[in-house]
Structure formats: C-alpha cells, structure tokens
C-alpha cells in the first residue's frame, strides 16, 4: 500500500473491472471494498475491445511458448489494457508483463 500511496501523489491512478474483482477476493462485502477505494481516487476505466484482441494476442504466444492453459488470461488483459491505455503498470510480477508486453512501462515494488 506504501507503493500506492506514494504513486497516487504524482500520478493518476486507474482500476478496471479485471482488478476490481482481483482484489475483492479479500472484502467480504461490496462496501468494504469501496470503503478501501476510498483511500485513493482512481479512475474506473471499461475494458477496451483493443485491449480484448491484444490480450489474446498475448495468451496466444503464452500457450506457444508452452505455458500452462490454467494461467489465468486476465492478467493478460489487465497488461493490454495498460498497454492500449498508455498508462504504466503498477505489478509484482514484472517478468510475464516484459515478456508479453515489452513496450509496456512497469511499475514494481522496487522501482522508483
């Protein structure tokens, strides 16, 4: 939250429907979820079909390259949607995001 709360000071921040109902695995209810929310002021954002088609794009090399059909293809949407967005990729998981979205600007725990 330290990362978030730093960013959100020189930066928009942005959420999309994918995250949304990533990160309500750990509210037991809807108003808890918002209440956290709350903290920041995010940009609620719709998935683009752009981001859709790229995404698919990503899970296509994925499986090629032999990756596991169990891995879950939202975060190859949530990385083309930052990736069709223009707007960097706040992430712990640096190495599928660089390897499937090279172009994309990552922002990691120990970055900036």
């Known amino acids: 939250m330290a ?8 930066r928009p921040l942005a959420i999309n429907q994918i995250v949304y109902a990533e990160i309500s695995s750990v509210y037991d209810t809807p108003a808890d979820l918002e209440e956290a929310l709350a903290s920041f002021e995010f940009m609620r954002l719709s998935l683009p079909w752009e981001a859709a088609f790229l995404s698919g794009l990503a899970y296509r090399v994925y499986r090629q390259r032999g990756g596991d059909r169990r891995s879950p293809l939202p975060d190859f949407y949530i990385g083309a949607h930052a990736m069709t967005a223009g707007m960097p990729l706040l992430t712990r998981d640096a190495t ?6 090279p ?9 900036e």
């Open 3 to 10: 990362k978030l709360s730093a960013l959100s000071e020189s």
């Open 103 to 111: 172009r994309l600007q990552l922002i990691t725990p120990a970055s």
């Open 96 to 101: 599928r995001y660089r390897g499937y979205f």
